[in-house]
């Protein structure tokens, strides 16, 4: 069973039209949909935005649905040069960028308790990303994927972000549902098509095109669970 998340309606809408036996559980005001899509079996749910949301629907997957592994896909916004409105993001690790015990001692970013800064995504999944990115023909690049409970839309926003992680796009989920599968042992991928550029433009760019980029993402995720 694989799992998919989004934060938003336009992020898995396109998705759950593809599951085909159909059904609905509801946990914590989060709506599960499972059922197959290329013949595997899925579950799929809009957790809402933010890391506590993401973290009750991710941690929910794995309790109660018992997911082998666990996709995140929807909308970023872009904190590399490489990469522009309609480019992908795959992480190769996930960080928390707004995490700071920085006065007791620890690393900025750095979540106690584990004691990481980056959580690595699982390299199979990530090369099977990667594959079917590179067969769509998308501008993409692979790297850190930056989370926390911001919008991004400041020069110095973007410049401390990409000064201590050298991110290439920030979200607001992924980073937390990295953690609960990385203490829950289940591997796990992130998938972000480019909405903005995280600027003093995000706030027009990201309700122009996140639709647009919402979209791509899901249909690498689609050819993802056929190569699965
Ligand atoms: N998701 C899409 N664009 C974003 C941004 N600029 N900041 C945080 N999350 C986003």
């Known amino acids: 069973m694989i799992g998919v998340i989004g934060a938003m309606q336009i ?17 914590s005001g989060i709506d599960f949909v499972t059922g ?9 749910a809009v957790c809402g935005m933010g890391k506590v949301f993401a973290a009750v629907c991710a941690q929910t997957m794995i309790l109660k ?13 872009n904190l590399s040069e490489k990469l522009g409105i309609k480019s992908v993001a795959v992480a190769s690790s996930v960080v928390q960028h707004d995490m700071d015990l920085t006065p007791v001692g620890y690393a900025q970013g750095e979540l106690g308790g584990i004691n990481l800064v980056n959580i690595p995504c699982d390299k199979k999944l990530v090369s099977i990303v990667e594959h079917c990115v590179k067969a769509m ?3 993409y690049q692979v790297g850190t994927i930056a989370t926390g ?6 020069l110095e926003q973007k410049r401390f972000i990409t000064g201590h992680f050298q991110a290439i796009a920030a ?17 796990f991928v992130i998938i972000r098509a480019i909405s903005d550029d995280a600027d003093g433009s995000a706030p027009e760019d990201f309700p122009a095109f996140a639709n647009e980029a919402a979209a791509i993402s899901i249909e690498i995720v689609l050819d993802v669970l056929k190569e699965y």
Do not use: R, W
């Open 65 to 77: 649905f018992q997911v082998d592994a666990l996709i995140t896909t929807g909308v970023a916004g």
């Open 171 to 187: 979200e607001m989920e992924g980073g937390s549902i990295g953690q609960t599968c990385y203490i829950n042992h289940v591997p």
């Open 11 to 27: 992020e898995i809408d396109g998705l759950k039209e593809k599951v085909e036996n159909s059904q609905t559980v509801t946990v």
């Open 137 to 139: 023909g998308v501008n």
């Open 149 to 154: 409970d911001q919008f991004i839309n400041k």
């Open 36 to 44: 197959t899509i290329h013949g595997t079996d899925v579950v799929l």
